[in-house]
Structures are given as structure tokens and as C-alpha cells.
């Protein structure tokens, strides 16, 4: 098979039908030997039955239903696990990204030498004043901890060879944070700038968002754990001179430093950071919590196929 389409559903009902037209016009001016794969992520919605109903029309479709919804990153994952084509296209159903993104990123793929990977960017960040800073800032922070780099304001839709993919899947763990996981894969990765439309507010809320932060840094870097030790051995340091200091004082010239607003100070500020410490081991052992326990990230309910 030549080409593998994958994409999610999840309240996708409204841009199914339009997504499916417009995807097989484009994959039809490259090859006629194409799968489409739906991988229905527990979709509340009725975006199975109108998946269901495409794959009678059209046997190309194949549908993948998951027993629950397990999340984005997940769903794509099982999805690519289950293509059979030499390239494998990935692009979201909400028509973000326009489905003819595949016909340029095809032809910039082929223009390459070994190459492996074509995705796109954004040309200039979509969204409100909200979404640009805090959609900065995520990258930023996730880059400066991370030595897993990702591309800042890359765009989920991506052309990939089949031996890319085929490595990709290998990667077994629970937390996923799929644009590490892209980078972390490797080989030759080309850009192709692109336009992303906005189609209403975003799904990404601001505790989402810092949430999926917290999951990506965590899950690409123990630079964290590395800093609580450093920021304990400055405290230590610093008290250890500041008690040199009173001792001295006290003995030599009978002064003593008294006031009861700096010890409670003190006494909150330590304690926030005392916490604040545990907060982020405590972070990490729950990932080895969960990713001890091997539990298989999705369950499939049945594939239509």
C-alpha cells in the first residue's frame, strides 16, 4: 500500500463528512492504493456512526474504536500502529489544518534526499493575545529544561516514511507527550511552512495547559530533580552562613537578631519550598507509578476493517 491516512475523533461530528471529502480528493491525486484510518477516541458524539457509515460507502476507510476515551496522544499512537502503507499522513479531523496540507507536504517529500519526516508550522501563530503567550511560553520552558528540542509552533499535520513510523510505535510508555516523542525518534525531519485556521476557543484551557506542560518537562527531562538539589545546597549554604553570623555576633558582640515577622518568614518561605520540592518528586514517582504497572495505553473495542 502506498499511503496511510490516520486521524482521531473526538466530538468531530461537524467536520467528518467535509473532512472526508476533501482528504480523499487530495490522497487520490497522489495514489489510488490509500487507507483512511478513523481511530474513535471515545467520541461522546455521533462520529462513530457517521465513521461507520463512510466505511460502508468506502472500503478504504478503516475505523478503530477505542473501548474509552484514553486522550489525543494516545489515540494517534494506536492509530499509527495499524497503518500498512510505505508513507503514513497524520492530520487532525477539526479542519485546523487543511486536509490538502498532504498534497504540498507529498511534494516537498519527494523533492528531499532521504528524508523521512515532512510536517508543517505555523506561518504565524493563530489564537488571541492568550494563546501566543502562553503557547510561547509552554515552548520555552519545555526547550530550556528538555534536551529533547521541539519545534515551536509546529503543526500536528505530518507526512512520515514507514520505517520512521515503525520506530515511533516502539516507544511503549503511558505519558505521552507526542511532540517529544516525534523529536526524540530522530532521523531527517523537513519543515513546510503553513496557515492554521481558527475554528472557535480552543480546548485547551489554561489548567490543560499546565498540566500538559508539567507532563512534557517531566516526561523529556530530570533537569527538575537535579535543580531541587541545587537550590537545597544554596539554602544549606546560605543558613549555614547566616548561623555563622548570629553565633559570632552573639559571642563577640552581644547583639541578636529578634523580631517575630522574619522567622515566620522564613518558616513559610522554607516551608513553601519544602513542598514545593516534594510536589515535584512526588511528580516523578508517580510516573514510575504508573509506567511499572505496563498497562497498555489503549483498549480496542472493535476495528472496522
Avoid: C
Wanted: charged share 25%.
Amino acid at each position: 500500500m502506498d499511503l496511510s491516512i490516520v486521524t482521531t475523533l473526538y466530538d468531530s461530528s461537524a467536520h467528518l463528512n467535509e473532512f472526508y471529502d476533501r482528504i480523499t480528493k487530495t490522497a487520490e491525486k497522489i495514489t489510488q492504493d490509500f487507507e483512511i484510518i478513523f481511530v474513535n477516541d471515545g467520541s461522546p458524539d455521533n462520529s462513530l456512526k457517521i465513521a461507520i457509515s463512510l466505511h460502508n460507502k468506502n472500503k478504504r476507510v478503516k475505523i478503530i474504536d477505542l473501548s474509552r476515551n484514553f486522550g489525543h496522544h494516545k489515540a494517534i499512537m494506536t492509530g499509527l500502529s495499524h497503518t500498512k502503507g510505505d508513507l503514513v499522513f497524520y492530520t487532525d479531523v477539526d479542519l485546523e489544518e487543511d486536509p490538502e496540507l498532504l498534497e504540498p507536504i507529498y511534494k516537498e517529500y519527494r523533492k528531499q534526499d532521504d528524508v523521512d519526516v515532512v510536517f508543517a508550522i505555523q506561518e504565524k501563530r493563530r489564537g488571541h493575545i492568550y494563546e501566543k503567550i502562553s503557547g510561547t511560553f509552554f515552548y520555552k520552558m519545555f526547550n530550556f529544561f528538555s534536551d529533547i528540542k521541539v519545534v515551536p509552533d509546529a503543526m500536528i499535520s505530518r507526512l512520515m516514511s514507514k520505517r520512521y513510523v515503525t520506530s515511533l510505535i516502539r516507544h511503549k510508555e503511558n505519558e505521552l507527550f507526542i511532540l517529544g516523542l516525534w523529536e526524540n525518534t530522530g532521523f531527517k525531519q523537513v519543515q513546510l511552512t503553513a496557515n492554521k485556521h481558527s475554528r472557535g476557543q480552543t480546548t485547551y484551557k489554561l489548567r490543560r495547559r499546565i498540566s500538559l506542560m508539567v507532563n512534557a518537562i517531566t516526561s523529556f527531562s530530570n533537569k527538575p530533580l537535579k535543580y531541587i538539589f541545587y537550590l537545597g545546597a544554596l539554602i544549606s549554604f546560605i543558613s549555614f552562613v547566616t548561623g555563622s553570623y548570629l553565633i559570632i555576633n552573639k559571642l563577640f558582640f552581644g547583639g541578636m537578631l529578634t523580631g517575630w515577622s522574619s522567622i515566620m518568614t522564613s518558616i513559610w518561605l522554607f516551608g513553601g519550598l519544602i513542598i514545593f520540592s516534594l510536589g515535584i518528586i512526588g511528580i516523578y514517582l508517580s510516573k514510575i507509578f504508573i509506567e511499572t504497572k505496563q498497562r497498555p495505553y489503549t483498549i480496542i473495542r472493535k476495528i472496522y476493517n
